[in-house]
């Protein structure tokens, strides 16, 4: 083995293969988000979510998923864009879309990560996860060190603020552990509550999925409701305005990731461009996008209630 803690050698691995920051936690049922998972669910708050009432037990225990497991090792990835859409009436696009989705990117690194510690640590068996299992990822950045969690319910770190995404190895291996994040640093701001055009945050820390732009422009399959169409803010997929007014975001850094590059044509597209693009077209210039999770017909007909 190399020298260092294996903590050490694998926060090391992970910063070469292109990770922001990556925090370790030992595997455990987080008892104090239970309540939490309760009431939000008790309140319909996740909409037509569904999936997110389905494994309740394992989104708490990480050890259900994959018996044996002893370590969750965290990461975060950059993605604030290094350059944004042009024009002052263009539909939006979530900064998070620009380039390839993340799953593949993260889910790549993250395998490597595991084939690092096999061949440089010790012999693993391993699981990586990306927003696409019954995980609590934010919870588990949080005990791994690496942020707290915002009033607008997103994981916040003082360096990076909140344009990152979050993934996770859990391993059958005993690693040196981080101390869990205890601070709180939103103090008396209130900015993203004030800045959410539908009000989606109903109190500090807690978002009304069913509100939500992000929740509207993706993942309702129904049409969007009359009344939160004139609160768009010419969003088509997904939403940043609470994280665009964070005081925390103010000196993003610019991700270095190449995988997150746009197709050059998405950047200047303009209005009527984009409320004529053909399914063709959106195929072309969203290939690998997340954009594909909604869809062409969903895109643009969230094009249209922009007409609206």
């Known amino acids: 083995m190399q020298n260092g803690s294996k903590s050490t050698l694998i926060k090391r691995k992970a910063l070469d293969l292109g990770f922001s920051l990556c925090g370790v936690a030992s595997v455990r ?3 104090e988000e239970e309540h939490e998972m309760k009431a939000y669910l008790a309140n319909n708050y996740h909409g037509e979510m569904k999936y997110m009432a ?3 037990d394992k989104r708490l225990d990480p050890s259900l998923l994959m018996p044996g497991a002893k370590s969750i090792v965290v990461v975060l990835l950059n ?3 290094q350059q944004l859409q042009q024009g002052t009436d263009v539909p939006l696009v979530t900064k998070y879309a ?3 989705d993340y799953h593949f990117v993260i889910k790549e690194k993250l395998n490597k990560l595991l084939e690092f510690i096999n ?3 010790a012999p693993a068996a391993g699981r990586v996860f990306t927003d696409s299992a019954p995980v609590l990822e934010r919870a588990w950045a949080v005990q791994a060190g690496l942020g707290w969690i915002g009033k607008n319910g997103l994981l916040l770190n003082k360096q990076l603020g909140s344009f990152f995404f979050i993934g996770e190895l859990v391993i059958d291996l005993e690693l040196e552990y981080d101390e869990p994040y205890h601070d709180e640093h939103c103090a008396s701001c209130n900015q993203c509550l004030s800045a959410c055009p539908t009000q989606a945050l109903v109190k500090p820390y807690v978002l009304d999925a069913r509100k939500c732009i992000s929740y509207l422009t993706i993942e309702l399959k ?3 409701p009359g009344k939160y169409r004139a609160s768009l803010s010419r969003r088509v997929f997904g939403c940043d305005i609470c994280q665009d007014v ?3 975001n103010r000196k993003a850094r610019k991700t270095t990731e190449q995988a997150f590059s746009p197709h050059p044509e998405l950047l200047s597209l303009n209005r009527e461009e984009w409320e004529k693009l053909s399914k063709e077209k959106f195929n072309e210039l969203f290939r690998k996008s997340a954009l594909k999770r909604a869809g062409y017909k969903k895109i643009m007909q969230n094009i249209f209630y922009l007409k609206q």
């Open 29 to 31: 049922k987080l008892e």
């Open 54 to 56: 389905n494994h309740f």
């Open 79 to 81: 993605y604030f864009p």
């Open 98 to 100: 620009y380039g390839t």
């Open 119 to 121: 061949a440089e640590i």
């Open 222 to 224: 129904d049409e969007i």
């Open 246 to 248: 964070c005081p925390w």
